[in-house]
């Protein structure tokens, strides 16, 4: 009976010390790793609550470590925005530029009009981030910011245009920004509603640029009762 005994025991201990091992087997992340997981969590919070909502607590917890951790890698939730807010700065930024390919000013619009709502449609919690008044006064930058630079790409392209058109093109960087307003400020809204299907959105951006450009006046006047 000890052998039997003897002989359970040792293969109840057996397992029991595998399952051990496993619980307490941890692999540790890298820095680096340890940082791109810290910065994933921070978007999806950051999307989801906004800055002030979202506390280094709640970061670290659901990272799995302790608040000094964040604060290592970031010294801060403000450091951790400001990188997510970057990023994804950066990221939409390529997307507008790189689109800028074609030759004709119509489908230069189009690209445009496609990048920015494809930057909404495949990386919406960045949109959701960059959209909202950044709380760091430190910033790397805000929306209206990041609009203005993609408004300076357009600004060279109508320019030229202009000039070709008799126009001043001293005021094209006034319609630049208007129209990248435009479409920016119907990105925010398509974000949401989601409808009518990203094709047709951006047709119908294009049709009211395109032709409220191809019917401009060269000097523009007030009907209304104000003149000044």
Avoid: C
């Avoid at 608040?67 to 970057?86: N, S």
């Amino acid at each position: 009976m000890a052998i039997d005994g003897s002989s359970v025991s040792n293969s109840k201990d057996k397992p029991s010390s595998g399952a051990g091992a496993r619980r307490t087997r941890r692999v540790r992340m890298t820095g680096a790793e340890r940082r791109e997981q810290l910065l994933d969590i921070g978007r999806t919070l950051f999307a989801e609550r906004g800055f002030e909502g979202t506390s280094v607590e709640e970061i670290a917890a659901k990272a799995g470590v302790s608040k000094p951790v964040v604060y290592e890698h970031f010294g801060g939730k403000e450091g951790l925005y400001a990188v997510v807010v970057d990023r994804e700065m950066r990221q939409l930024l390529d997307m507008v530029t790189g689109a800028l390919t074609a030759g004709h000013p119509r489908e230069l619009l189009e690209q445009a009009a496609f990048a920015l709502l494809d930057y909404i449609e495949t990386y919406t919690d960045g949109f959701r981030i960059l959209v909202r008044d950044s709380p760091v006064a430190q910033s790397t930058g805000t929306f209206a910011s990041l609009i203005s630079d993609i408004a300076t790409q357009v600004e060279d392209i109508l320019g030229l245009e202009f000039k070709a058109r008799g126009f001043d093109p001293k005021l094209a960087p006034l319609y630049a920004q208007a129209l990248v307003g435009m479409v920016a400020l119907t990105g925010q809204w398509w974000l949401n509603v989601r409808k009518p299907k990203k094709a047709e959105v951006a047709a119908h951006l294009v049709n009211l640029a395109w032709h409220g450009l191809d019917g401009l006046e060269p000097k523009p006047r007030l009907i209304g009762h104000r003149r000044a």
